[in-house]
T-cell receptor, first 108, second 114 residues
């Protein structure tokens, strides 16, 4: 397909791990990104991964890349209320292409 | 604060009005972008400026007119808009357009066309 695909919603209990999945479109994409958008704000770059990497870890965030399946995931360990936001997956082709975003809802 | 500011934050305009959105970046970047964010749709790239020259125009209707007077400022001039143009308009900047780059986004202008 032509679109970057993400599920629209995810609910996770506070303290659990959140895993947000994404399927991108072009196996030759050089960079893959995760952005976070909090209510009333613009997009904030959380992390990115080069296409020659399988995994990248940054504090509570772990990004996994499966190039064969064109699958990208973002794991947030010890999910907190401040993690409640919309998370956008994006790939770099000749320009940056965004998914529709996954809204992460934190349950008490 | 990402170093990219947008004004106004909210705008309500009639279909016959003319208004402008302003974006300013304080990051020393060379490229600036306008995106449209509508409900339940992916972010739509509208315009790209690199070194103050427009390098991309993604089939955007002529009722949207961008202007980039210098590398720090970007405007989006609006006239005779339609209700379906109501959306969040996001400005972004980056150090370069091609290759690996990070885009820094402003908070957006929430536009409502009545």
């Amino acid at each position: 397909g032509e679109d970057v695909e993400q599920s629209l919603f995810l609910s996770v209990r506070e303290g659990d791990s959140s895993v947000i999945n994404c399927t991108y479109t072009d196996s030759s994409s050089t960079y893959l990104y995760w952005y976070k958008q909090e209510p009333g704000a613009g997009l904030q770059l959380l992390t990115y991964i080069f296409s020659n990497m399988d995994m990248k870890q940054d504090q509570r965030l772990t990004v996994l890349l499966n190039k064969k399946d064109k699958h990208l995931s973002l794991r947030i360990a010890d999910t907190q209320t401040g993690d409640s936001a919309i998370y956008f997956c994006a790939e770099m082709r000749d320009k940056i292409i965004f998914g529709k975003g996954t809204r992460l809802h934190i349950l008490p | 604060e990402t170093g990219v500011t947008q004004t106004p934050r909210h705008l309500v305009m009639g279909m016959t009005n003319k208004k402008s959105l302003k974006c300013e970046q304080h990051l020393g970047h060379n490229a600036m972008y306008w995106y449209k964010q509508s409900a339940k749709k992916p972010l739509e790239l509208m315009f790209v400026y690199s070194l103050e020259e427009r390098v991309e125009n993604n089939s955007v209707p002529s009722r949207f007119s961008p202007e980039c007077p210098n590398s720090s400022h970007l405007f989006l001039h609006l006239h005779t808009l339609q209700p379906e143009d109501s959306a969040l308009y996001l400005c972004a900047s980056s150090q370069e357009v091609t290759g690996g780059y990070e885009q820094y986004f402003g908070p957006g202008t929430r536009l409502t066309v009545t």
